[in-house]
């Protein structure tokens, strides 16, 4: 990561131990929060809310931490969500007593996103911006049609998806977990965009061009 942007997030852990790393988590509470928000298990809402995952993820990075100065193999961020991810694995398993996905994957879908209609879920989201009384009455019906085209997708294009626009992860840190180089996660993000409306009804494939823009996502790299 050499002359990369976390040098100075390195620079100042090194010396700072955990009073930096404090202060770090701090600075990237919101988007660990959006995370983990995305991720945590519907029937788990009524017992834990995502300060819960946080405030456990943190004594874990804080146990960790000298490790991971040792070898930052990772960009910072990623780094500290693959820890929440974990944290959020153990959880789960507390509270369920399994989950449906093995906690080892490569991509940790903690739960099925892309099938669900539940408020919350990719294809609520997605087609919540139908605000006309016929879309509305019609709203249900159509979730389940986004669903069902999430469905169609391969699971690394459904998850670079997510990625982006639900954790709005920049691409180099889609890159860092889906293990591809930057162009190529750029690329698996932008055939995903088009499989996703390839795979919808026209109306609602017009209503995600606006939804979802066809550019490459969040500015920060």
Do not use: C
């Amino acid at each position: 990561m050499s002359g990369g942007p976390d040098d100075e997030i390195l620079r100042e852990l090194q010396v700072g131990g955990e009073k930096a790393l404090a202060e770090w988590f701090g600075q990237e509470r919101s988007r660990l929060e959006r995370v983990v928000s995305f991720r945590l298990d519907p029937r788990l809402l009524a017992r834990m809310d995502p300060e819960d995952v946080l405030q456990e993820a943190y004594l874990e990075a804080a146990k960790r931490l000298t490790n991971y100065l040792s070898r930052p193999e990772a960009p910072f961020f990623v780094w500290l969500r693959g820890i929440v991810l974990n944290t959020l694995i153990d959880m789960h398993r507390r509270h369920l007593g399994a989950l449906r996905r093995d906690a080892g994957r490569e991509i940790p879908l903690l739960h099925d996103r892309a099938s669900s209609t539940a408020p919350g879920s990719p294809a609520a989201w997605l087609t919540g911006g139908l605000t006309s009384p016929s879309q509305a009455a019609m709203r249900g019906e159509m979730a389940a049609d986004v669903a069902a085209a999430l469905e169609q997708l391969d699971e690394i294009d459904r998850e670079a998806l997510f990625l982006r626009h639900f954790e709005q992860l920049s691409n180099g840190e889609m890159a860092a977990v889906l293990g591809l180089s930057s162009s190529a996660a750029s690329n698996r993000y932008a055939r995903a965009l088009v499989r996703l409306r390839e795979a919808m009804p026209p109306a609602l494939s017009d209503h995600l061009t606006t939804t979802i823009p066809s550019h490459d996502g969040p500015s920060r790299t």
